[in-house]
């Protein structure tokens, strides 16, 4: 163990080189500056390279191709640089290539707040291209799990041959805490599968039984094609309908079958028995734990779920956890885009909202106000 007083964005950058990332492209940009500092820095130390690009979707498409060359990269950008990295993000989703993705949510729209925290980027990291696909998005709330979310993120990333988006906010961002990192040789670090079939017979895009395709990398023996349109299993286009159908079941059953993989979250709960469950992501889930405290002095047990995992959504989780609830209060920076999830999973009846969109995080004192206003709610 090694004991730090680190930045959120520090640990981004530390947890990136500590699973073996050797490539980081990108364009700095506020609340994300300090992981592109600290990867020019650090990078070069262990071998890797920096690379500062013109722009976002010049670093995306960087990131793309040296992961295709084998290495692991990542970048790492605010609301509008993430608006711009959408299109390429659609090309690694569709050639299927491990990356990853950091965004640190500012106070929007467009160039909005640059230096004020929000959380309103969660529908656009699921839905922020064009074209049916699935990504895995995980969320960190402290230091310390900026550092293990990244490397989380690279280990999925690897496993499922799909870019991952690290999704956090200015607060956890710009926090600073003490943190005792692990020793780098208990750190697990997962690798891509590699083909072990002969060139010749190599199918860059033939999944084995688990769904996922073995990836070669450029500039070995396998050679191999890799195209933003309709392929097959060679890789070459294809565009009838069979292989398409296929194609893009695929690429969300190749994630939806190992939700016991990719699903993480905590849970603050009280005791084995709770009324009113709250639910939160990122910089949400420390006031509201400090509030469900504040709550049990005025009669009302409170427990808190951490959504770690936002995409795929963890419907079964959302909703097993709300029956054992009288009531459900989501918190988020926002106008209300986690409560539509939340209400798909349990039931419109029995889910409330708290949000807040003036670039400013929630006080204790604000959740603690809602929580008494949903409890009462559910008793009249």
Known sequence: ????????????????????????????????????????????????????????????????GASLSGVKSFTATSGPGFSLMQENLGVAVM?????????????????????????????QARWGRHGDQAVICLSPATVRECFDLTIEAFNLSERFRVPVILLADEIVAHMRENVELPD????????????????????????????????????????????????????????????????????????????????????????????????????????????????KGEGIRAGVLQLITLWPFPEELVEKEARRASSVLVCELNLGQLVHEVKRAAGKDKVFGLHKANGEGFTPKEILSRIKEVAGSAQA
């Open 95 to 123: 050639e299927e290539v491990p990356c990853v993705v950091v965004d640190v949510q500012r106070s929007g729209p467009s160039t909005g707040l640059a230096t004020k925290p929000a959380q309103a980027d969660l529908m």
């Open 184 to 295: 780098p040789s208990s750190i697990k670090v997962v690798d891509r599968k590699l083909p072990t079939c002969p060139p010749e017979e190599y199918l860059p895009f033939k999944p084995d039984p688990d769904g996922v395709p073995p990836l070669a990398y450029y500039g070995s023996e396998y050679i191999f094609h890799a195209t933003s349109s309709m392929h097959g299993e060679r890789g070459y286009s294809q565009n009838d309908p069979e292989n398409a159908a296929k194609k893009i079941e695929r690429l969300f059953s190749k994630l939806t079958r190992h939700m016991d993989e990719i699903v993480h979250f905590k849970r603050y709960y009280p005791g084995d028995e709770f009324d009113l469950l709250i639910i939160t992501f990122g910089a949400t889930t420390r006031p509201a734990r400090a509030a469900a405290q504040r709550a």
């Open 1 to 64: 163990m090694m004991q730090l007083f680190m930045q959120g964005n520090e640990a981004i950058a530390e947890g990136a080189i500590a699973c073996g990332a050797r490539f980081y492209a990108g364009y700095p940009i506020t609340p994300s500056s300090e992981i592109a500092e600290v990867a020019s820095r650090r990078l070069p130390q262990v071998g890797g390279v920096y690379l500062q690009m013109e722009d976002e979707l010049a670093s995306m498409a960087a990131i793309i």
